[in-house]
């Protein structure tokens, strides 16, 4: 089945550490984005790639890093340099262009914690 | 910059009660229009979206919106609410004017259907 995998469902961060969150697609998207839930506020964009070897920085992009180096993967790093990252993570993916353009698929999230 | 407001953080219905969930967006170019229903720790499912053509739009489950330009509305509708419609809805927009395709969430409106 095509979809969008995210992985680990759970993670927790300690102090000063840097977490990475997995997501990949084989639904040959070319759009790839991630954005961070906290409750009652919605989904706000971290960062966004519409192609390989290019990413932009969304709305809340400070402390958050990103790559892309192959199509279907948009990997997520959290740095310590975030000091609130709780919260619900997911990534989505998009076809660029055609009739379906605009619609995005989402995986099921990552819950990162602080311990 | 886009703007999207859900009235009501939270509605309550009866089963079997009409469904009305209010989205009002901010824009001088009308934008692509979307709903979204995330389950409880899960990611978001398309349930519909509007880009041009009929104003009136079936989605999935039942659901339809209706986007009205005089208004800046894209409110959400189902006649006859069933348990399983309990989750939160995210109406987002997409500028058309723009090639990025980034969509802007409101904060969502979490809907509980009493038996």
């Known amino acids: 089945d095509g979809g969008i995998t995210q992985s680990p469902k759970y993670l927790f961060r300690k102090e000063g550490q840097n977490v990475t969150l997995s997501c990949e697609q084989n639904?040959?998207?070319?759009?790839m984005y991630w954005y961070r839930q906290d409750p009652g506020q919605g989904l706000r964009l971290i960062y966004y790639?519409?192609?390989?070897?290019?990413?932009q920085k969304g709305d809340i992009a400070e402390g958050y890093s990103v790559s892309r180096e192959k199509k279907e993967s948009f990997p997520l790093t959290v740095t310590s340099a975030q000091k609130n990252p709780t919260a619900f993570y997911l990534c989505?993916?998009?076809?660029?262009?055609?009739?379906?353009?605009?619609?995005?698929?989402f995986g099921a999230g990552t819950r990162l914690s602080v311990l | 910059a886009q703007s999207v407001t859900q009235l009501g953080s939270h509605v309550s219905v009866s089963e079997g009660a009409l469904v009305l969930l209010r989205c009002n967006y901010s824009?001088?170019?009308?934008?692509?229009l979307f709903w979204y229903v995330q389950y409880p720790n899960q990611g978001l499912q398309l349930l519909l979206k509007?880009?041009?053509?009929?104003?009136l739009v079936k989605g999935i489950n039942g659901f339809e919106a209706e986007f009205k330009k005089s208004e800046t509305s894209f409110h959400l509708t189902k006649p006859s609410a069933h348990m399983s419609d309990a989750a939160e809805y995210f109406c987002?927009?997409?500028?058309?004017?723009?090639?990025?395709?980034?969509?802007?969430f409101g904060k969502g409106t979490l809907l509980t259907v009493n038996p």
């Open positions: 509007y880009t041009t053509g009929a104003t």
């Open positions: 989505a993916s998009s076809p660029w262009g055609g009739q379906t353009k605009n619609i995005q698929y």
């Open positions: 987002a927009v997409s500028d058309r004017e723009r090639s990025n395709y980034k969509l802007t």
């Open positions: 790639s519409q192609i390989v070897n290019d990413f």
């Open positions: 639904l040959n998207h070319d759009a």
């Open positions: 824009s001088s170019v009308p934008p692509y």
